[in-house]
């Protein structure tokens, strides 16, 4: 066990739909990552958020937005759900930036039908 | 730009088999060298790291040298087994990029008994 909780572990949806994915980090880390793992596009890093404030962004589609709340748990909302969204997002959790070492949650199978 | 590239996979090999799994990166910094390892159905985790150059990391019977002069952090069991079939991920944290995490695309290694 990491750490690291995502909720919920699957989700079916529909296309044109909008789902929220949830991110608890380990206690005490302050960074929060959130990356979508598709068989043919590999690991892509989406974006990063450091005590309430993005850091960082990657591969994150405008229908894609993130934040980090007061308590650090974190949530990436998808929009406007394609079928072409269907992969695993994974959230990881740091104690400051990536120089330390990254804890994963189990990640969220999202399914768009 | 700060990139990290892996041995295309899958690598198949046979229990007990001595294994390598290359990764070379690019950084403009000095970055950190980390391998994350994924189990089917897992989330990532750290397999080893090194922080500066001819640092060794090891874990779990794996080794990886972080060479500066070939910019390599290449991946080595000395006898693998069944249980080690996984994904192998290779990344790099580097100061001057705001210590995001830098990945490869990620090794599918088979044992097969």
């Known amino acids: 066990d990491s750490g690291v909780t995502q909720t919920p572990k699957h989700l079916i949806t529909a296309t044109g739909q909008r789902v929220t994915l949830r991110c608890s980090p380990r206690?005490?880390?302050?960074?929060v990552y959130w990356y979508q793992q598709s068989l043919d596009q590999g690991l892509q890093f989406l974006i990063q958020?450091?005590?309430?404030?993005?850091?960082a962004k990657g591969n994150i589609l405008e229908r894609f937005s993130a934040q980090q709340f007061p308590d650090l748990h974190s949530e990436l909302n998808l929009s406007s759900l394609e079928l072409g969204d269907s992969a695993l997002y994974f959230c990881?959790?740091?104690?400051?930036?990536?120089?330390?070492?990254?804890?994963f949650g189990q990640g969220t199978r999202l399914t768009v039908v | 730009g700060n990139s990290v590239t892996q041995m295309e996979g899958p690598v198949t090999l046979s229990e007990e088999a001595f294994l390598t799994i290359n990764c070379t990166y690019t950084?403009?910094?000095?970055?950190?060298l980390f391998w994350y390892v994924q189990y089917p159905g897992e989330g990532l985790q750290l397999l080893l790291k090194?922080?500066?150059a001819d640092d060794k990391g090891s874990n779990k019977g794996f080794e990886a040298t972080y060479r500066k002069e070939t910019t390599s952090f290449h991946l080595e069991k000395g006898s693998v087994q069944v249980s080690d079939s996984a994904v192998y991920f290779c990344?790099?944290?580097?100061?001057?990029?705001?210590?995001?995490?830098?990945w490869g695309a990620g090794t599918k290694l088979i044992i097969k008994p």
């Open positions: 990881a959790s740091s104690k400051t930036g990536g120089d330390t070492e990254a804890f």
């Open positions: 990344a790099l944290s580097d100061p001057s990029g705001n210590y995001q995490l830098i």
């Open positions: 958020y450091y005590n309430g404030e993005e850091r």
């Open positions: 950084a403009t910094g000095y970055p950190s």
């Open positions: 090194a922080t500066k």
């Open positions: 206690s005490g880390d302050l960074s």
